[in-house]
């Protein structure tokens, strides 16, 4: 599938965190001129995980290698990983003789560990593209062979870092461009409600539906929108449970939206898992957050993203494990009473927003190539 003509690499698979900035990246290559020609770019993706819908929508082309997760400890299944690597690092040999590509991007996961490896076998220059506050465990290996680490957090520990922010979704740049929000929360209804946004990724987040359909039916305090996007593995249970709106609360129930700009750029406040790309766009619309980062997450992760945005002034950090209905509440409520908190916290998400990191990657990547040295 991949064309002679690729001459950028872009190796991410697994979630849709990887896969979002890396398209952006794709995107900005374009827009600057920097590539021209069609099939210059090509991505590839796991065969596990999901992506390949986003890119193909962006007007890319992906391949797809198998690959997944070895655990710290002996089992049957580390085998089958290991083979599987194994295979992935064999097929992704095969493309870079076929492609010859003059760079490899590589933004995490076990497709990109088997694209990293091989680009350093063939001796391609090698950009890594580090979403989280806590390095991946693909990009903590491919690093110590690539030119340039572009990270999003100060403070990440990968050698020749460049702090660049993560590419944003080019919805997002342009509701901020077009200054959409008062248009969006007219359209919406939300008059002066304060409007809450909801959502836990594309399956949702079990334990923060729960959560916040409870609070909507005991909800005691100011008038408040709630829009909640349940996600599709919960859908079918959630969308049949029965309304009983007791304060004043305009609560909607939404399975699921592809791009969640509208929603998120409107919000006076997000409630929201932890992963970079989400907390990235929440902060480049200017909207404070309360986050609840995944327990469990590779290395904690989600929490440590969390913590940062925590500590820069622009979200509150709300455990899982401490999450319910009255500590939600509490929070929203208190929020709610201090207003000139939400302006302050609204304000400090601007500090911490680069809205041209594609751009910056795109410029790295050119830089790069113009280096020389590929594939012969």
């Not at 827009?31 to 992506?51: A, C, D, P, Q």
């Not at 008062?182 to 399956?203: A, C």
């Amino acid at each position: 599938m991949i064309s002679a003509e690729c001459r950028v690499l872009i190796a991410g698979g697994g979630t849709a965190g990887h896969v979002i900035p890396a398209v952006a990246i794709g995107k900005a290559l374009y827009s600057k001129e920097l590539l021209t020609k069609e099939n210059e770019i090509h991505f590839v993706g796991s065969k596990r995980g999901v992506g390949k819908e986003i890119v193909n929508e962006a007007g890319f082309k992906m391949s797809t290698l198998p690959g997944r997760g070895i655990q710290r400890k002996i089992t049957f299944r580390n085998l089958l990983s290991i083979l599987s690597l194994s295979l992935a690092f064999f097929q992704a040999c095969l493309m870079l003789i076929k492609a010859k590509p003059e760079i490899i991007v590589v933004m995490g996961g076990y497709a990109s560990l088997a694209c990293g490896l091989a680009g350093k076998l063939f001796k391609v220059p090698l950009l890594v593209a580090e979403q989280n506050a806590v390095p991946g465990a693909t990009n903590k290996i491919i690093a110590r062979f690539a030119e340039v680490s572009a990270i999003s957090f100060e403070g990440v520990d990968l050698p020749n870092s460049v702090v660049t922010g993560n590419p944003l979704r080019s919805e997002i740049l342009h509701f901020i461009k077009d200054e959409s929000r008062k248009d969006t929360r007219q359209k919406l209804g939300v008059n002066g409600r304060t409007m809450i946004t909801v959502f836990g990724g594309s399956l949702g987040a079990r334990h923060l539906n729960e959560t916040v359909f409870e609070l909507s039916q005991k909800w005691e305090g100011k008038p408040i929108s709630i829009y909640h996007v349940v996600g599709s593995r919960d859908w079918p249970e959630f969308s049949r449970f029965e309304k009983n709106l007791l304060g004043d609360v305009e609560y909607e129930m939404i399975e699921y939206l592809s791009d969640l700009t509208p929603l998120i750029g409107a919000a006076d406040l997000v409630i929201a898992r932890a992963g970079a790309t989400s907390v990235s766009e929440i902060t480049a619309l200017g909207v404070p957050s309360i986050l609840i980062p995944l327990p469990g997450s590779p290395g904690d992760h989600q929490e440590e993203n969390a913590r940062f945005f925590e500590k820069n002034g622009s979200a509150i950090l709300l455990l899982d494990r401490e999450l319910n209905c009255v500590s939600l509440s509490n929070e929203i409520s208190h929020l709610l009473e201090n207003e000139t908190i939400l302006r302050k916290m609204a304000e400090k998400t601007r500090s911490v927003t680069n809205l041209n990191a594609g751009d910056d990657i795109a410029d790295l990547i050119s830089q790069m190539i113009e280096g020389g040295a590929h594939v012969g």
